[in-house]
């Protein structure tokens, strides 16, 4: 059974940084890939980025200039480095494991970013 954790999330200040990290357990396909999403306050969930098995990364045109995905393999962790955070990013987090015979979904991780 695979299962996907969020951690990192917390009450930061804007201007700040914060990363967070998704730990993904459990056996998993190799044409799947970890997919950072968020929900803000009365919006749609937003793709925010995406990195493959094979470690190849995509992140979002209006976040690459401030978030970066990256993975530790040893660890099994897919974390997405935040920086210059505004209030606008406030909202749950969510990894997903996407690509497989199912998706899996995270519980997902506040982030409040006070202004």
Same mark, same amino acid.
Do not use: H
């Given at each position: 059974?695979?299962?996907? #954790?969020e951690?990192? +999330?917390g009450? &930061? /200040?804007?201007?700040?940084? @914060?990363k967070?990290? *998704?730990? &993904?357990?459990g056996s #998993?396909?190799?044409? %799947?890939? &970890?997919?950072? $999403?968020r929900r803000a306050p009365?919006? !749609?969930? !937003?793709? @925010?980025?995406?990195?493959t =098995?094979? +470690?190849?990364?995509?992140?979002?045109a209006a976040? =690459? =200039?401030?978030f970066?995905?990256? =993975?530790?393999?040893?660890?099994?962790?897919v974390?997405?480095q935040?920086t210059?955070?505004?209030?606008?990013d406030t909202?749950? $987090? $969510? *990894?997903?494991l996407l690509g +497989?015979p199912r998706?899996y979904?995270g /519980?997902? %991780?506040?982030v409040?970013v006070s202004s």
């Amino acid at each position: 059974q695979v299962q996907l #954790v969020e951690s990192g +999330g917390g009450l &930061v /200040q804007a201007g700040q940084s @914060l990363k967070l990290s *998704c730990k &993904v357990s459990g056996s #998993v396909s190799s044409n %799947t890939a &970890v997919n950072w $999403y968020r929900r803000a306050p009365g919006k !749609e969930r !937003e793709f @925010l980025a995406s990195i493959t =098995r094979a +470690g190849n990364t995509f992140v979002a045109a209006a976040m =690459r =200039r401030r978030f970066t995905i990256s =993975r530790d393999t040893a660890k099994n962790t897919v974390d997405l480095q935040m920086t210059s955070l505004q209030s606008d990013d406030t909202g749950v $987090y $969510y *990894c997903a494991l996407l690509g +497989g015979p199912r998706d899996y979904w995270g /519980q997902g %991780t506040q982030v409040t970013v006070s202004s």
